[in-house]
Nanobody, 126 residues
């Protein structure tokens, strides 16, 4: 069992920066991969980024074009999403999720994620 809590989020100006965090509890944090997803109004939830158990491997959606960075601190049981130069179209509810499958530590598909946070709203003003 994994519990994921995402404090933070909020309002940010376009071109600024914002760091999202997601705190995990339950199963040993360094034993599973993590990902970030988002859902904009009227759209389906989409994959953003994922990071392996050790943090040594990451993978991003092409649409991010290097603006976002995923990282994890296994000592703090926390995964982060650094958002640089956000745009108004990045406005969405952001979710972190845990992937407990050791056979696919780098995965973009939502059904492979076993646990989800409650989501946090990020609004980017122009």
């Amino acid at each position: 069992q994994v519990q994921l809590v995402e404090p933070g989020g909020g309002l940010v100006q376009a071109g600024g920066s914002l760091r999202l965090s997601c705190a995990a509890s339950g199963r040993t944090f360094r034993s599973y991969a993590l990902g970030w997803f988002r859902q904009a109004p009227g759209k389906e939830r989409e994959f953003l980024a994922t990071i392996s158990w050790t943090g040594g491997s990451t993978y991003y959606a092409d649409s991010l074009k290097g603006r976002f960075t995923i990282s994890r601190d296994n000592a703090k049981n926390t995964v982060y999403l650094q958002m640089n130069s956000p745009k108004p179209e990045d406005t969405a509810v952001y979710y972190c999720a845990a992937n407990l499958n050791p056979m696919s530590p780098i995965c973009t598909m939502q059904p492979h994620y076993n646990y989800w946070g409650q989501g946090t709203q990020v609004s980017v003003s122009s």
